[in-house]
């Protein structure tokens, strides 16, 4: 929303504008007019330029609020103070507010309450405001349920007759294994693995499985352990099974802390973001 390398005077005119404008929405607050077009007339009979002008109603009276903005490095002094307070009391202005942000000077400070201007610091946040506030801005969190259902075949043993069972954890661990035939041919314990499972994939699922493969006097290899075993056939028991993968993803949006606005007198604290998020921080 906003370019944090090209932030200058007019920039910061906006971004005051778009600040008053969002936190005052709910109350009615309407801007009137901004910028270098935005004159009133005085009693004086004076035009005066006013940076941000803005308007609320209580339903009965109107009152209008003049918002200076100051891009300085300087803090803002007495005179501007009184500057502003002469503006809004020629222009019949009900309320008067300075924007700075190289905040205010003592006695600016306390003119400004002697003539109840409101003043308001919004400059580029610093490391020593990091250490009281955070440094990002939430922009919502959301959450969604993913409904996954896994059917997959499940080996749960493999025979290999006199009571003899292959060992594994896992169906993985059949890739060490080899059988070598009676005509010298070797084949890997997977080939009849991965057929059984295909055929424990066209079953109804929970189902008990078993199939026996013959491989007359043959010879089982453990190629890790180089154990030899004789056998004259496999037999594999499996069941299609049904797992529950589904899962609850949650999703939290967040954007940096760009600026920093604080209200002199009545101590609100508010950060703003670079995609325009205003934040308060409560007390």
């Known amino acids: 929303m906003y370019d944090a390398n090209n932030l200058d005077w007019k920039t910061y005119e906006s971004i005051t504008k778009y600040i008053y404008e969002a936190l005052g929405r ?12 935005c004159r009133v007339a005085g ?7 006013i940076d941000v002008l803005t308007s609320h109603s209580d339903g009965i009276h109107t009152y209008d609020t003049a918002i200076e903005c100051k891009y300085w490095k300087e803090k803002v002094n ?4 009184m500057k502003v307070s002469e503006i809004i009391e020629d222009a019949n202005i009900t309320k008067g ?7 205010f000077t003592q006695d600016g400070i306390a003119f400004a ?16 405001d990091l250490e009281r506030h955070s440094k990002e801005i939430s922009m919502g969190h ?6 996954i259902l896994i059917t997959s075949p499940v080996i749960l043993s493999a025979e290999i007759g006199n009571n003899r069972m292959i060992e594994f954890e896992h169906e993985l661990d059949f890739y060490d294994y080899s059988i070598i035939l009676n005509d010298g041919q070797q084949t890997p314990l997977t080939l009849y693995a991965d057929d059984f499972r295909r055929a424990v ?23 890790i352990t180089n154990v030899s075993i004789n056998l004259d056939e496999i ?30 007198f009545d101590q609100r604290i508010f950060t703003f973001s670079h995609t325009g998020i205003i934040n308060e921080h409560k007390k």
Not at 43 to 49: A, D, E, I, R, T
Not at 206 to 222: E, G
Not at 237 to 262: C, H, N
Request: a positive charge; charged letters at 30%.
């Open 26 to 37: 709910e109350g009615g607050v309407k801007i009137k007019g901004h910028g270098s077009n």
């Open 43 to 49: 009693k004086s009979g004076v035009s005066h330029q």
């Open 97 to 103: 507010v300075i924007v700075s942000k190289g905040g």
């Open 78 to 81: 007495k005179d501007i103070v």
């Open 201 to 223: 994939g066209k079953s109804p699922k929970d189902k008990l499985i078993t199939k026996c493969y013959k491989i007359s006097t043959s010879v089982l290899m453990n190629r």
């Open 113 to 128: 309450k002697y003539r109840n201007i409101g003043l308001v610091e919004l400059r580029e946040i610093n490391d020593e």
């Open 142 to 147: 959301f959450g969604f349920n993913l409904t």
């Open 235 to 264: 037999t594999f028991t499996g069941r299609l099974t049904e797992i529950d993968a589904s899962r609850k993803i949650e999703v939290k949006l967040v954007d940096k802390v760009w600026l920093i606005m604080k209200s002199i």
